[in-house]
């Protein structure tokens, strides 16, 4: 009985030391790569290694939602309709998404930072459970309630059926589009940003495909109008999704996704939501205000709407540089202050900072000599022209400031400081741009101007107030060992 007591101990620490070494394996792998640069590297240089794939990734995402809207263009204004009037709801769900798994990008960078392999791994089965229910709950209401929502929306009866069944299939598909997301969001806090960018290029590629074949129906195909584009949308995301979690339960990326990390683990579980859900809600709010600035916009008629649109896809444009700045940003002041290197996390912070202040200062200068060049590229009608023009000359010289708030709110994501960036945006909407834009367009009669300069003052203001905070200090608390 002795012996099988010492025969059964010894498997134990057979089994202990063999978990223990795999681990290791996996950390010494990552200490040869991307920890290692991230905690040891030249600061300036990795932040563009890990930043330029996130652009790409970035504008892959604006080349799919393009696809969509240019080849359902093709069946008329009613099909295009049918997929704009959703979208605010697809977003909306997409920011709930996203902002949970920002939590897991915060949590591996840190534990990664920290050395502690074990943990990352609990993490990725965490995020990957907690997820995967919401995207189940948010799927199953919104095939119940889209169309609800669609009618209180004003949706007209013309496209109504078109759109009900696009958000049913969109929906309905939310589960594989989710797990796209925590792929991308972890392998982004391990340190690795080219593996989601590939996965990203080849979905756009795939759907830009699919697209025509579903919607026009091409061959053995058959013509699914609106519902095409749908169905091509789930299953290039589905593909990629599916793939990344295969690579996660494979482990062959530094991540290993088991059945014994998806074990509820609440405390681990509170610290996602405690961090996630601020970041659900910014995306969320930040939607909700932009509804409310085209309201304002759209008082002064379709020309200014016009001039504003176009206003906005430069400005589209312009984030993408400083999207992936930010991501980068978060997944380094994420690891350095899990192995507890608080200078070097605060000065990945200001010199990601002063980068993007100096890279969007320069691009605005070149919009200001070239303005008319630059929306006739959109619009030729001189009165579209005429008002986007004074769009670059007032918020252009902003564009920086904006750059700074981004990279500041994606410091404070590594940190754990959700809550921090979802305030910011909350200020720069809701406290600055939209009262201004209405007072200064409306009462003082400054017209699109006032609107202009309510966008500037807002990413002016939001800045100074980012960097005061930031500078006070109050973020290097690491969230790993709390």
Do not use: C
Not at 203 to 215: H, K
Not at 248 to 262: P, V
Not at 457 to 470: C, P, V
């Amino acid at each position: 009985m002795v012996e099988n007591k010492l025969d059964n101990s010894n498997n134990r620490k057979s089994n202990l030391n063999g978990e223990r070494t795999q681990e290791n394996k996996l950390l010494k792998k990552t200490k040869s790569s991307h920890r290692d640069a991230i905690l040891n590297g030249p600061i300036i240089s990795t932040i563009f290694k890990l930043a330029w794939p996130v652009m790409i990734g970035n504008t892959m995402q604006v080349v799919y939602n393009l696809a969509d809207t240019f080849w359902l263009g093709k069946l008329g204004a009613e099909a295009v309709a049918a997929l704009s009037i959703g979208f605010p709801l697809v977003f909306l769900m997409i920011s709930i998404g996203a902002g949970l798994t920002i939590a897991g990008t915060t949590l591996v960078a840190q534990y990664m930072g920290a050395g502690n392999q074990k943990m990352t791994n609990k993490v990725t089965g965490q995020i990957f459970l907690v997820v995967t229910i919401l995207s189940i709950i948010l799927a199953i209401l919104g095939v119940i309630f889209n169309k609800d929502i669609l009618q209180l929306m004003g949706t007209p009866q013309n496209i109504l059926s078109d759109a009900t069944s696009y958000l049913n299939i969109i929906f309905a598909g939310i589960p594989f589009m989710f797990s796209f997301f925590i792929f991308s969001a972890l392998l982004r806090g391990y340190g690795d940003t080219i593996t989601p960018m590939k996965f990203m290029v080849f979905s756009t590629l795939l759907n830009i495909i699919i697209d025509p074949l579903l919607i026009f129906g091409v061959g053995f195909f058959p013509a699914l109008g609106v519902r095409g584009a749908a169905f091509a949308t789930i299953f290039s995301r589905a593909l990629a999704g599916i793939y990344g979690i295969y690579i996660l339960f494979k482990g062959n990326k530094g991540l290993k996704l088991t059945i014994e990390s998806m074990k509820p683990d609440f405390k681990v579980i509170k610290k996602i939501l405690y961090l996630g859900f601020p970041s659900a809600a910014e995306q969320s709010v930040v939607a909700l205000g932009m509804t409310v600035l085209m309201s304002i916009v759209s008082v002064f008629g379709t020309i200014a709407v016009a001039a504003y649109g176009i206003g906005s896809r430069i400005l589209s444009v312009v984030q993408l540089p400083t999207r992936g700045l930010a991501t980068a940003t978060t997944t380094m002041v994420g690891q350095n202050l899990g192995a507890e290197q608080i200078n070097r996390a605060e000065r990945t912070a200001w010199m990601s900072s002063g980068i993007i202040l100096l890279l969007l200062s320069l691009l605005a200068f070149l919009f200001n000599l070239f303005p008319v060049a630059i929306i006739s590229i959109f619009n030729t009608n001189p009165e579209v022209i005429n008002i986007g023009k004074s769009f670059l000359k007032i918020v252009g010289y902003s564009f920086g400031f904006l750059g700074v708030r981004f990279i500041l709110g994606g410091s404070f994501r590594g940190a754990g400081n959700t809550v921090i960036a979802m305030i910011l945006a909350i200020i720069a909407l809701w406290g600055v741009r939209l009262p201004l834009a209405q007072y200064l367009s409306i009462n003082l009669n400054w017209g699109t101007q006032g609107i202009w300069w309510s966008i500037f003052y807002s990413n002016f203001i939001t800045a100074i107030i980012a960097a005061l905070w930031f500078k006070k200090g109050t973020w290097k608390e690491n969230v790993v060992n709390e």
